[in-house]
């Protein structure tokens, strides 16, 4: 599979924060889910990545190519949404579009009228006039617009309500539809990415703590539950976390063969997203 994004040894020192090393790659055609918990990194480490931040050390590619020589390139080839919106909040949607459309070789505005109708939004509406859902969504009109291959977008979902959440998750598998596209989806909401998530990379204090398959992930982890009775100094090192109350234990485990072996009568079951995340959380 190509790779559509290679970073490498990523540094960035803020004042209260720092990213250490930070090394991943994100594959074409892949919907890659960044999780990890508020202030985790992940608005610094897309924000260092697209040069919003001037990055202390190491190197990032996108398509092969190094960001400094070949910025607008590359840029033409990527459609952004992030939280904060970065829009003028006086402009109508129409001047806010008349403003960011030259900045791409490859708008299209058939498109942008396509989705503008589609998220009933209304061109003569002031910025300052949307909600937040109505926001992300004329955000997600402008990335959708210029036929980019990767959207790169951060906790876009944050404070949106599940029926808005679902209706962004459609338009990514619609976009994906597509060959030769990407999506790299930075969210604490973790439960967004259940269905559509390819890859998972999770990022804690500004550190990558794994990178890899979402069903490879599942199936590698289970949640425990059963009887305090099989908790003992041996057991409970197989646990990433572990939590006891008075009726019983529930943990998660990477080591499911060995739980198999040493602890009778326990019921194994799936996690969650979540549930893997905050084990490691936890564990750190």
């Given amino acids: 599979m190509t790779t559509v994004l290679d970073v490498k040894n990523l540094k960035k020192e803020l004042d209260t924060f720092s990213l250490a090393k930070v090394d991943f790659l994100l594959k074409e055609g892949c919907i890659t889910g960044f999780i990890g918990i ?31 020589k070949n910025e607008y390139i590359i840029k033409n080839r990527i459609g952004v949404v992030l939280d904060e919106g970065y829009f003028y ?122 990178n890899e398959s979402k ?11 059963g009887d305090n009775s099989l908790i003992n100094e041996h057991t409970r090192r197989l646990f990433l976390s572990l939590r006891q109350t008075a009726v019983g234990f529930e943990g998660i485990t990477d080591k499911l063969d060995v739980v198999r072996e040493q602890m009778n009568d326990c019921l194994i079951e799936r996690p969650s997203i979540e549930n893997i995340m905050l084990a490691y959380v936890k564990e750190g």
């Fill in 215 to 225: 069903d490879e992930l599942l199936d590698r982890h289970a949640l425990v539950k």
């Fill in 38 to 68: 508020n202030g985790s990194g992940k608005t610094t480490t897309i924000k260092t990545i697209l040069g919003l931040y001037p990055r202390d050390e190491g190197s990032i590619k996108f398509f092969g190519k190094e960001i400094e």
């Fill in 89 to 210: 909040e006086d402009m109508t949607l129409k001047e806010m579009k008349s403003v960011i459309a030259p900045a791409y070789t490859n708008w299209d505005e058939s498109i942008f009228l396509k989705y503008i109708n589609r998220f009933n939004l209304k061109l003569n509406q002031k910025i300052a006039t949307l909600s937040k859902g109505m926001r992300m969504k004329f955000a997600l009109t402008l990335a959708l617009s210029h036929h980019a291959d990767l959207l790169i977008m951060d906790e876009p979902t944050s404070g949106l309500d599940p029926l808005i959440r679902n209706e962004l998750m459609e338009i990514l598998l619609d976009f994906m539809e597509e060959d030769g596209k990407s999506v790299f989806f930075s969210t604490h909401i973790t439960s967004d990415l259940d269905k559509v998530a390819d890859m998972l990379i999770l990022i804690d204090k500004g550190r990558i703590i794994f």
